[in-house]
Structure formats: C-alpha cells, structure tokens
C-alpha cells in the first residue's frame, strides 16, 4: 500500500538549518510529483513546495520561498526539504505526499523553531 515515512526534524534556533527526508513506498516514485505540506498547531494544514516527476520544475509557497529547497533521488524513492533560515513560524509537522494523487499521510516529523 501506498506509505510516506518522513524524518529529519528537530529542535533548532532561528537561522538555523534542518533537512528533511521522506520515504515514499508501494507506488512508482519516479512518475509522481511530489509535495511537502506542514501543520502548525491550532492551523489547518497548508503546502510548502512541490517537484515534478524528473526534479526538473520546483514550486514553493510565498512563506518559504528563497529559504527552503525541495529535490529528490527517484532511485532511492526519497523526497527532500532542505530548509535554510529558519524562523519560529516555520514551527510545524511537517508531511510529504503524490501532488495530484495523494495518498494516506504519514506520521509526520516535527519541526521546533525556538530560541
């Protein structure tokens, strides 16, 4: 069945940096685009960035763009969200997903921006 394992997060201080990474299994990565999407507390959860099947087109919301880059390595099945300048309203759950067909979500991993 279709599953998305994300890992990576952690407890930084402003204008620090983390990488996130996300297994996707039970599907043919390479022929999905792909997205990241976050969830604050007391938020409904909203989209971050997006790559197409061959990496070669990126997409990012207004909030992150210029700090945060998505890539992925279709051999490996994996999806990654390098986030740079991090900011206290980065603060999320943050989840991959297929961009057009999404699947069952995943657990997550936690992000804490805090000084």
């Known amino acids: 069945q279709v599953q998305f394992v994300e890992s990576g997060g952690g407890l930084v201080q402003p204008g620090e940096s983390l990488r996130l990474s996300c297994a996707g299994s039970g599907f043919p990565f390479s022929a999905f685009a792909m997205e990241w999407h976050r969830q604050a507390p007391g938020k409904e959860r909203e989209w971050v960035a997006a790559?197409?099947?061959?990496?070669?087109?990126?997409m990012y919301s207004d909030s992150v763009k210029g700090r945060f880059i998505i890539s992925r390595d279709n051999a490996k099945s994996q999806v990654y969200l390098q986030m740079n300048n991090l900011k206290p309203e980065d603060t999320a759950v943050y989840y991959c997903n297929r961009r057009y067909v999404p699947g069952p979500w995943g657990q997550g991993t936690q992000v804490t921006v805090s000084s």
């Open positions: 790559i197409i099947s061959d990496g070669d087109t990126t």
